[in-house]
């Protein structure tokens, strides 16, 4: 069986994700998905920190591990059915790759609760954490990208200027139609990446 990636570019709540494989040398879309990351679709899951901002710390600890459960089995259930979407077209995935802010680390609860700046970047973490516990869950070899070095990464790597691969990705969506934003973009990079050496 040919083997495919996994791209993700990660929203609080959601997922951008695109499968790939390469043909010739150049990546094909297998499927995209914009998969959610908790069950209930509204403010108070989509943003656990800043709903987590408003409870006593040990409350906030209690609401952030439940959702924290919820969050990796909605990434597991997404990376599964992946799977078997890509299976059925002759593929595995095997590897897959996350894209990152600025990758700071996170100071303690208390800490990111009482700084609104840092829970905005908690929340987006919090997220992130999911696709990483699923991907190793599906024992996928994943790698992470800092996504302002997303360009100079893949130019370096795939020995092509960056408006060469901008142009390359953009032209993948035009067969498939909408939506071909800046996530699917991103995660198409992120997961032809995956397959280089590193």
Known sequence: MKTAAVGFRVHS???????????KGKPIVLARQRPHLVERFSYTF???????????????????????????????????ALERDVMQQGYQVTRAALLLASGRPLPDLAKILAAHS?????????????????CAQRKLALITIKERELFAEGSA??????????????????????PWTQDEKFATLAAWLSTCPR
């Open 157 to 178: 790597a795939l020995r092509r200027k960056p408006a060469a691969l901008v142009k390359l990705v953009s032209g993948l969506g035009k067969a498939l139609g909408s």
């Open 13 to 23: 709540g959601w997922t951008s994700l695109v499968a790939v494989a390469l043909e």
């Open 46 to 80: 989509r943003q656990p920190y800043h709903t987590a901002e408003k409870m006593a710390l040990d409350e906030a600890r209690d609401f952030l591990a439940k959702q924290q459960a919820e969050a990796r089995h909605c990434a597991l259930a997404a990376i599964r």
């Open 118 to 134: 840092i829970i905005h970047t908690a929340d987006g973490e919090f997220f992130r954490e999911a696709i990483q516990h699923a």
